[in-house]
């Protein structure tokens, strides 16, 4: 099976990647993905040579050419460029093909629109993949098409499962998920650096500061999920009577800090329903 992708930045290097390290056997395949599966296209040929050299996959200026080999199709670029790409190459997509799109925003219906296709008979999924990928701890929000099968569906989750956890969701709640998953990662990194600010004010070392709280986030995270134990009752475990983490947690909600963090999911969302 041919995998071919459309940009070859960040979240297309972590899929790439990911599916190379687990040794990813797509659907039926009984054979693990190689490198030799994989064709990747970008515009600058510092991109192309850098991608060839770290991850040993043929790489092309040819978007068309990408198109034309891929028997699955990752369309990797950003939003934006949707419209161009998707110029470029409608009349070489195959009724064969499999494409994945990981934009934001984007329908399945518009993305079909733009292919020339009916939504309901193209063979279309819709991901959204998250930074976390590029360390194989991705959350990636999966919604197949009306018209991609069941082993389609399955080909496209073993690619996302290959660099952390995929879920299938109906598109309606897509735009939430991107917000929850693909967005959020900037509002914790936000969060872990003000921690390590609060640290450095009570005299610790900022590179130390900063591994504590990352690693304090990290590990909350994973007792979340492993443990399914709902976030306010895990809260209340730390917040000893009269302790100090009560304290904190009255000084967070002394600045709306809930309120916030929701309203910035919404905003995520709001602006998401615009592209």
Same mark, same amino acid.
């Given at each position: 099976?041919?995998? &071919?992708?459309?940009? /070859? &930045?960040?979240?297309?290097?972590?899929?790439?990647? $990911?599916?190379?390290?687990?040794?990813?056997?797509?659907?039926?395949?009984? #054979?693990?993905?190689?490198?030799?599966?994989?064709? $990747?296209?970008?515009?600058?040929?510092?991109?192309?040579?850098?991608?060839?050299?770290? /991850?040993?996959? !043929?790489?092309?200026?040819?978007?068309?050419?990408?198109?034309?080999? !891929?028997?699955?199709?990752?369309?990797?670029?950003?939003?934006?460029?949707?419209?161009?790409?998707?110029?470029?190459?409608?009349?070489?997509?195959?009724?064969?093909?499999?494409? %994945?799109?990981?934009? @934001?925003?984007?329908?399945?219906?518009?993305?079909?629109?733009?292919?020339?296709?009916?939504?309901?008979?193209?063979? /279309?999924?819709?991901?959204?993949?998250?930074?976390?990928?590029?360390?194989?701890?991705?959350?990636?929000?999966?919604?197949?098409?009306?018209?991609?099968?069941?082993?389609?569906?399955?080909?496209?989750?073993?690619?996302?499962?290959?660099? $952390?956890?995929?879920?299938? %969701?109906?598109?309606?709640?897509?735009?939430?998920?991107?917000?929850? !998953?693909?967005?959020?990662?900037?509002?914790?990194?936000?969060?872990?650096?003000?921690?390590?600010?609060?640290? *450095?004010? @009570?005299?610790?070392?900022?590179?130390?500061?900063?591994?504590?709280?990352?690693?304090? *986030?990290? $590990? +909350?995270?994973?007792?979340?999920?492993?443990?399914?134990?709902?976030?306010?009752?895990?809260?209340?475990?730390?917040? +000893?009577?009269? &302790?100090?983490? %009560?304290? &904190?947690?009255?000084?967070?909600?002394?600045?709306?800090?809930?309120?916030?963090?929701?309203?910035?999911?919404? !905003?995520?969302?709001?602006? @998401?329903? #615009?592209?």
């Amino acid at each position: 099976m041919r995998i &071919g992708f459309i940009g /070859l &930045g960040n979240m297309a290097t972590a899929i790439i990647g $990911g599916m190379l390290r687990e040794n990813t056997v797509l659907g039926s395949s009984a #054979t693990p993905l190689a490198a030799s599966d994989i064709i $990747g296209s970008a515009k600058t040929s510092a991109t192309r040579d850098a991608k060839a050299a770290e /991850l040993g996959i !043929a790489v092309t200026a040819s978007n068309r050419q990408v198109a034309e080999e !891929a028997d699955v199709l990752v369309l990797a670029v950003k939003p934006l460029f949707f419209p161009e790409v998707i110029d470029e190459i409608r009349d070489v997509i195959s009724d064969g093909t499999l494409v %994945i799109s990981i934009a @934001a925003g984007l329908t399945l219906s518009r993305i079909a629109e733009l292919f020339g296709r009916d939504s309901d008979t193209m063979r /279309l999924i819709r991901c959204m993949p998250n930074t976390p990928a590029l360390v194989n701890a991705g959350c990636t929000a999966v919604c197949p098409g009306p018209g991609a099968t069941a082993s389609d569906e399955a080909v496209c989750l073993d690619l996302m499962n290959s660099f $952390g956890r995929a879920i299938v %969701i109906p598109e309606r709640l897509m735009d939430a998920a991107s917000a929850v !998953a693909g967005s959020s990662p900037a509002f914790v990194f936000m969060f872990i650096e003000a921690l390590a600010d609060g640290a *450095v004010a @009570a005299g610790m070392p900022r590179t130390q500061a900063y591994e504590f709280a990352a690693a304090a *986030v990290a $590990g +909350s995270a994973q007792l979340v999920l492993e443990t399914g134990r709902h976030p306010g009752d895990l809260k209340d475990m730390v917040c +000893s009577p009269g &302790g100090t983490t %009560i304290e &904190g947690v009255k000084a967070l909600e002394s600045r709306a800090f809930r309120a916030a963090v929701m309203e910035s999911v919404q !905003a995520c969302v709001a602006k @998401a329903q #615009t592209l």
